[in-house]
């Protein structure tokens, strides 16, 4: 059995941010990534918490991805329900009722663009 060597900060990071965009469950990228389960949680509550900043590429822009319309009717409009749902890898859901305001989306936007 080979014995792995302590990871840098970055390295950590790094995985963590893989892990964070993966949709993955916690033990399954742990158990792919040899990695500790208990290192993976205590850099994502340091990061909720603000005290370590996800990584960035400054060669990365914004990402984007595909996405497609279910179910949608474009010509009317639903009077009850969400007039825009996101559902986020990991089963996460965003809802935007058709009277949101801009403001309170923008604010949830910058939250969550902090990670």
Known sequence: M???GRR????INRLVD???VSGARVSD???NHDLAKSIMWRHLKRRRLGKVEP???PTEGPRLMAVALRG???DRQTPRGS?????LLGGRRIEVRPDF???TLERLLKVLERG
Do not use: H, W, Y
């Open 2 to 4: 080979q014995v792995r």
């Open 8 to 11: 840098s900060p970055e390295e």
């Open 18 to 20: 893989e892990f964070e």
């Open 29 to 31: 990228f742990c158990r």
């Open 55 to 57: 990584t960035k590429d």
């Open 72 to 74: 949608a009717n474009l």
């Open 83 to 87: 007039a825009l749902e996101v559902v």
């Open 101 to 103: 305001d801009a403001g």
